[in-house]
Nanobody
Framework: QVQLVESGGGLVQAGGSLRLSCAAS????????MGWFRQAPGKEREFVAG????????YYARSVKDRSTISRANAKNTVYLQMNSLKPEDTAVYYC????????????????????WGQGTQVTVSS
């Protein structure tokens, strides 16, 4: 079992930046590939970014590509999501998720493939 705790959300003006963090406890962090997802009111949860166990492979949703960077610090059991040039449509609850992964270079985009979830952190972008 792993526990995930997100932080770093908040209210920001359009064009601003935020860095979300997700701290993991429990089993060895490097066992997991990690993902960030978001869910806006009335919408389904959607993939934002993912990173492989090794940290070498990253993948982004088209809506945030070129504005976001996912990274991980295995020694700190933490994954980050740096988001720049934020837009009002980025407003959502952002969730961190972990997937037990036997490979070192895989990233999944389907939330059903993830095993553990955090409680989420609210990001609100004002226009």
């Amino acid at each position: 079992q792993v526990q995930l705790v997100e932080s770093g959300g908040g209210l920001v003006q359009a064009g601003g930046s935020l860095r979300l963090s997700c701290a993991a406890s429990g089993r060895t962090f490097s066992t997991y590939s990690m993902g960030w997802f978001r869910q806006a009111p009335g919408k389904e949860r959607e993939f934002v970014a993912g990173i492989s166990r090794s940290g070498v492979i990253t993948y982004y949703a088209r809506s945030v590509k070129d504005r976001s960077t996912i990274s991980r610090a295995n020694a700190k059991n933490t994954v980050y999501l740096q988001m720049n040039s934020l837009k009002p449509e980025d407003t959502a609850v952002y969730y961190c998720a972990a997937r037990v992964d036997v490979t070192w270079v895989e990233v999944r985009t389907d939330p059903k493939d993830y095993d553990y979830w955090g409680q989420g952190t609210q990001v609100t972008v004002s226009s």
